[in-house]
């Protein structure tokens, strides 16, 4: 394994560095690590397609006679009654 190589795909993808190490030993190759990460990242996002993002905020705006309603989830009440939650809204 090239420690420069994951540090590069690191740099390029923002990954995990577990995820970028793997990739690296499994293929050698930059580029097909790229591909290789890009194949576990669908796989992941498809596990996590089912879960319900039930908890969360509704926040209004009104400004030169216009409105807007905005609704921002996420998945446990805990993280929406964060004060960064509440400031993102």
């Known amino acids: 394994m090239s420690t420069a190589l994951v540090k590069q795909l690191r740099a390029?993808?923002?990954?995990?560095?577990?995820?970028?190490?793997?990739a690296v030993d499994a293929t050698g190759d930059l580029?097909?690590?790229?591909e290789w990460l890009r194949k576990k990242g669908a796989?992941?996002?498809e596990k996590l397609v089912d879960r319900v993002a039930a908890h969360?905020?509704?926040?209004a705006r009104a400004?030169?006679?216009a409105g807007c309603l905005v609704e921002v989830n996420s998945?446990?009440?805990?993280?929406?009654?964060?004060?960064?939650?509440r400031?993102?809204?």
Do not use: Q
């Open 31 to 34: 580029d097909a690590a790229f």
């Open 43 to 45: 796989a992941r996002a």
């Open 75 to 85: 998945e446990t009440d805990f993280v929406a009654r964060t004060p960064e939650f």
């Open 12 to 22: 390029a993808t923002g990954a995990r560095l577990l995820d970028c190490k793997a």
């Open 87 to 89: 400031a993102f809204t």
């Open 56 to 59: 969360g905020l509704v926040a």
């Open 63 to 65: 400004a030169g006679g």
